[in-house]
């Protein structure tokens, strides 16, 4: 298969912020969301014969939330009307969303607002309620707090089923489950160390496999590495269940989705390659970051919180190889919600990085010439040290057409025979 990376273009790229994404669904999907309302789930109470209650859709793929809100027996007409949050049952918060301005604010109240991700998060999360507002009860009247299911239907083949898999000279029963699809073919390269699985996506669902590790794992010195996934070769992060002896993937997918790649991370080192640990302080904490180096030496690792840079300062005895494993909550590469890459120079100038986006770390791998002194690795964030980031402007841009020949080539660590 020959992999073709387009142009790629980074301007003026920035962070506003940490958005929560715990209950942001792995896929789009549609989600049916109720509430019924009355003065008993206020806070306080209110004592009322108004009650009420809603119908609201929300679209993950548009973030799209549309309601229907009926309500009667208020002490006199709505005032206002609104989504609150985040809070539980019990508590009180501030507003999200204007419902009036929106669908008015006589019964029914028909209407739908585009929700941000952190108030999808909300949503989803049954942290958001709708308050109806009148003069008598200028803080709210009747409350209820919102709760969604998903409308994907229950899969018929959400079942464990068995795959045969060729990987070298043997074949291997794989057990798998799937929903929204079929599992048409798994087959396997033993010298780039990649399983494909041939799907017939129906709609968005997921692939759950079991991989033997005695097939194919992914470590480095003994310790777990994330595989490498992608789906249409568009890299996608599957959730991992570290088995003793198998490992259980669950890899989410798009409805017309055809083929689903697992690469092992696994570093084979070269001699003189050995994993090392180096700390790396950040304010007056201390990380350790895994790293192997070939061609030289390590000297120290520093950061530069305001820009986002980790450097590595080396000594350069020949042409070499970098290759530094960065856990996420310590410095990572977002385009909001997206893995973004991280711009690497070697002393000033660009330089080409391979890129592992595990979904605990990122592991770069970054070549170097003789006499190469100083490595900056420039991403999005360090170590937020307040609640949200400060907002971080990397004004780059930069063009390039890199044609990458052979199955997945810029895994140049990946073993090869």
């Given amino acids: 298969m020959q992999v073709r990376l387009l142009a790629i273009v980074l301007g003026l790229v920035f962070l506003a912020g940490v958005v929560s994404s715990s209950a942001r669904p792995a896929y789009a999907e549609t989600f049916t969301c109720m509430t019924t309302l009355d003065g008993s789930r206020e806070v306080p109470t209110v004592d009322t014969g108004g009650i009420g209650s809603a119908s609201l859709s929300f679209d993950s793929e548009t973030n799209e939330l549309s309601w229907e809100i009926e309500f009667s027996g208020l002490s006199g007409p709505a005032t206002a009307a609104h989504f609150h949050g985040p809070a539980a049952l019990g508590a009180n918060a501030g507003v999200q969303v204007n419902i009036g301005d929106a669908s008015g604010l006589s019964s029914p109240m028909a209407g739908s607002a585009v929700l941000t991700l ?19 009860n200028p803080n709210g ?22 795959a045969m898999l060729a990987f070298g000279d043997d074949e291997h029963e794989i057990q798998y489950m799937i929903t929204g699809g079929t599992l048409d073919e798994l087959t396997g390269d033993v010298e780039t160390q990649m399983i494909t699985a041939a799907i017939t996506a129906e709609q968005d669902g997921e692939l759950t496999i079991q991989l033997p590790r005695e097939i194919m794992d992914s470590v480095a010195n003994g310790q777990d ?15 991992d269940n570290f088995g003793e002896d198998v490992r259980t993937l669950t890899i989410p997918f798009l409805a017309e989705s055809k083929l689903i790649d697992i690469v092992s991370a696994s570093i084979i080192p070269v001699a003189g390659e050995e994993w090392q640990t180096a700390t790396l302080t950040i304010g007056d904490e201390e990380h350790d970051i895994q790293y192997t180096i070939s061609g030289g030496t390590l000297d120290e690792l520093t950061v530069d919180q305001e820009n986002s840079t980790i450097t590595a300062m080396i000594t350069a005895e020949s042409d070499g190889k970098l290759t530094i494993r960065l856990p ?11 893995d973004s890459p991280f711009i690497v120079t070697v ?3 660009d330089s080409d990085v391979t890129d592992d986006n595990g979904a605990t770390a990122r592991t770069l791998s970054i070549n170097f010439s003789e006499d190469a002194r100083q490595i900056n690795l420039i991403g999005t964030f360090v170590v937020p040290e307040f609640g949200a980031l400060t907002a971080v402007v990397l004004a780059a841009a930069i063009v390039g057409i890199i044609v990458a020949t052979g199955v997945y080539s810029k895994f140049s660590f990946l073993p090869k025979t």
């Avoid at 969604?148 to 068995?162: F, H, I, K, V, Y």
């Avoid at 994330?226 to 996608?236: A, G, N, R, T």
């Avoid at 410095?331 to 909001?336: L, Q």
């Fill in 225 to 239: 590495l994330d595989y490498i996934v992608f789906v249409d070769e568009i890299s996608e992060v599957a959730d």
């Fill in 328 to 338: 996420r909550d310590v410095a990572d590469s977002k385009d909001g919600q997206n």
């Fill in 118 to 136: 952190e108030q999808e998060s909300f949503l989803l999360g049954e942290e958001m309620y709708i308050n109806i507002h009148t003069e008598a």
């Fill in 141 to 162: 009247e009747i409350r209820g707090q919102v709760s969604c299911e998903s409308e994907l239907p229950p899969s018929t083949d959400g079942e464990w089923q068995t």
């Fill in 347 to 349: 002393d000033g100038e």
